[in-house]
T-cell receptor, first 119, second 113 residues
Framework: AQSVTQLDSQVPVFEEAPVELRCNYS??????LFWYVQYPNQGLQLLLK????STLVKGINGFEAEFNKSQTSFHLRKPSVHISDTAEYFC??????WGSGGSNYKLTFGKGTLLTVNP | NAGVTQTPKFQVLKTGQSMTLQCAQD?????MYWYRQDPGMGLRLIYY???????DKGEVPNGYNVSRLNKREFSLRLESAAPSQTSVYFC????????????FGEGSWLTVV
């Protein structure tokens, strides 16, 4: 089984400031890692994902995340945020192999981090 | 592009009433999911269907039933609604392969009074 911990439930920042949203995971099997974003009153959409290869992953809207296997982390960063980045961000994991730990590729989500960008 | 469509978007139920949330996807995906989202709890998996003809329990299945009607449609039924089932429900789908992206519907807001 897998679990995801998002270390901050809320992150307020000013416009044009850098931001880092922290995510740690726990798993007994190899995992893939995802960040999803949810704008107010909408469903979730994929920001980026790490499957293999370079540990630095670039996503939409200028976001990037770095996979750190030794620290079991997948923190999300943006060098300069905009008001429109205000949303809730979810880190998620899935197993890489069918049936691993009974997970069958389904996503396990963290509890979310609400990013509020103030003018 | 419709993607994942779920209905209704809003519903108010009385305790003990039943209802079905409908979901359909037009991406020819094998796998479909129902999640619920509650403040401070993130998304929790209720049921999923890895492929047409199969369904499995997720994290919080109690009080719910599902039907994978065909490859496109996956419904969630509340047989006897309880206030604890007040939540936002999301249907999602994916192609079911390793590392696949899951696509979400826009959510159904359910209030049980």
């Amino acid at each position: 089984a897998q679990s995801v911990t998002q270390l901050d439930s809320q992150v307020p920042v000013f416009e044009e400031a850098p931001v880092e949203l922290r995510c740690n995971y726990s798993s007994s099997v190899s995992v893939y890692l995802f960040w999803y974003v949810q704008y107010p009153n909408q469903g979730l959409q994929l920001l980026l994902k790490y499957l293999s290869g370079s540990t630095l992953v670039k996503g939409i809207n200028g976001f990037e995340a770095e996979f750190n296997k030794s620290q079991t982390s997948f923190h999300l960063r943006k060098p300069s945020v905009h008001i429109s980045d205000t949303a809730e961000y979810f880190c998620a994991v899935s197993a890489t192999k069918w049936g691993s730990g009974g997970s069958n590729y389904k996503l396990t989500f963290g509890k979310g981090t609400l990013l509020t960008v103030n003018p | 592009n419709a993607g994942v469509t779920q209905t209704p978007k809003f519903q108010v139920l009385k305790t003990g009433q039943s209802m079905t949330l409908q979901c359909a996807q037009d991406m020819n995906h094998n796998s479909m999911y129902w999640y619920r989202q509650d403040p401070g709890m993130g998304l929790r998996l209720i049921y999923y269907s890895a492929s047409e003809g199969t369904t499995d329990k997720g994290e919080v299945p109690n009080g719910y039933n599902v039907s994978r009607l065909n490859k496109r449609e996956f419904s969630l039924r509340l047989e006897s609604a309880a206030p604890s089932q007040t939540s936002v429900y999301f249907c999602a789908s994916s192609d079911g392969t390793s590392g696949n992206t899951i696509y979400f519907g826009e959510g159904s807001w359910l209030t049980v009074v």
